[in-house]
């Protein structure tokens, strides 16, 4: 994610010296457990493209299922849902199992020790 990108791939900035700022707010506001369920661990990125100021963040996959403000959302396409249904909350918690190798079984590998 990046802030101070516009969704067409128009580089804006933010205030640089503001930038400080908005990176410690962004944690705050990612580590209240009251907002976000579980909380998660990102470290915005404070970068300099071509005189402007941007944050770059990070977000990796999760295999969580996250809720904001207590609602469940689902990205579709480019589109934010809204998830009540106790199934569809289910299948996402299923479909995100499978993010992970680790956490996947394998039954037919088989170790072989070569000379």
């Known amino acids: 994610m990046f802030l101070g990108v516009l969704d067409d791939a128009t ?31 990102l470290v915005p ?22 809720s904001y403000r207590k609602d469940v959302y689902d990205r579709v396409e480019s589109a934010d849902i809204r998830v009540t249904a106790t199934a569809q909350i289910a299948q996402m918690y299923i479909r995100k199992q499978n993010i992970f190798t680790e956490k996947k079984i394998y039954p037919y590998v088989q170790l072989k020790i070569c000379d």
């Open 11 to 41: 580089v804006e900035g933010v205030p640089p010296k503001a930038a400080s700022d908005m990176v410690k707010n962004f944690i705050s506001i990612i580590s209240n457990p009251n907002i976000f369920s579980p909380t998660i661990y």
């Open 45 to 66: 990125e404070i970068l300099d493209f071509e005189g402007k100021t941007v944050i770059h963040v990070h977000i990796p996959p999760s295999a969580e299922v996250h």
